[in-house]
């Protein structure tokens, strides 16, 4: 069995500098915390336990010490909150995030409502969500939610980890959905919000499904980057998701000749090698 791995796949920049921060900023303060889970990766997080950066999902119970945010970002809100509590503060959101926050306090400014392609639940849409209550994340194209705005400009948005062509399907939908009043223009405001790291992962996930017989999908459960790559994949070839190598069952892959490997943008190096040297030794 041949294994062949995704051109890009695992670690993007903004999730490797959150690391580098959190770690950095282990060496330096003696309490370190970050408010949620830094990334969507439980390695990594063990890792940053054993520094002693502990994860704290109530802001409420953080009182001292050094607060590292998250790549995914934090409200402006929650920003306010800990500075009234002279947290000192790492900021590692990353700068594909704070464009979703710019643009939507731009729409915001100009009272234009805004339509966000994304998980409601997700940290990310979170943080914006409590900043701007107002603003519809939406998962799926939902011609009842979206009549609301018929007759309006509409800013339209997309979570940085979302996938192209379902963006571009809600524009199409959003348009129809939201027929101009009679004398009025309707008007779709499109911005690009889906980060480079994920198009990158994206295209070559594609390109690598395409030349092998099956893909192997290395990341989180949480991780919704790996999720994307995993839906884009299972749409071509058989698909299998798995968090690291102790979830590879030899039996799945008896009848591939090709089999490739992609890994999310929260995937570290070691957790991809490591699925790599398993699909390997299966093979022989
Ligand atoms: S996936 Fe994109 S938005 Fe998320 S941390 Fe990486 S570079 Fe930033």
Request: net charge positive; proline share 4%; with cysteine.
């Amino acid at each position: 069995m041949q294994i062949i791995r995704a051109d890009h796949a695992g670690f993007c920049f903004g999730v490797r500098r959150a690391v580098e921060l959190a770690r950095s900023a282990s060496r330096d303060f003696q309490k370190v915390t970050t408010l949620g889970e830094l990334i969507h990766n439980p390695e990594i997080l063990e890792e940053l336990n054993s520094r002693g950066v502990r994860a704290i999902s109530a802001i409420s119970k953080i009182r001292e010490g050094v607060v590292v945010v998250r790549a995914h970002g934090i409200s402006q809100k929650k920003l306010a909150v800990l500075r009234k509590k002279k947290i000192k503060i790492v900021d590692a959101s990353c700068p594909f995030v704070q464009k979703i926050h710019r643009e939507v306090s731009l729409f915001a400014a100009q009272k234009i409502p805004v339509v966000i392609l994304g998980r409601r639940g997700h940290p990310e849409m979170r943080a914006v969500v409590e900043d701007f209550p107002a603003v519809e994340v939406v998962q799926k194209i939902s011609p009842k939610s979206l009549q609301k705005f018929a007759g309006q400009k509409i800013g339209v948005l997309a979570q940085t980890t979302e996938n192209p062509e379902n963006f571009a399907q809600l524009i199409a939908a959003l348009e129809k959905l939201v027929p101009a009043k009679a004398g009025n223009h309707s008007k779709i405001i499109a911005r690009e919000t889906i980060c480079g790291a994920t198009l990158e992962r994206q295209n070559s996930a594609r390109l690598l499904a395409e030349k092998v017989d099956a893909v192997v999908v290395v990341g989180g459960r949480k991780s919704n980057n790996t999720k994307k790559l995993f839906e884009l994949v299972a749409k071509i070839h058989p698909a299998f998701w798995i968090e690291n190598e102790t979830e590879i069952r030899p039996g799945d892959f008896t009848k591939f000749k090709k089999v490739g490997v992609t890994a999310g943008a929260s995937t570290p190096e070691s957790t991809i090698r490591k699925v790599e040297e398993k699909l390997l030794k299966i093979s022989n």
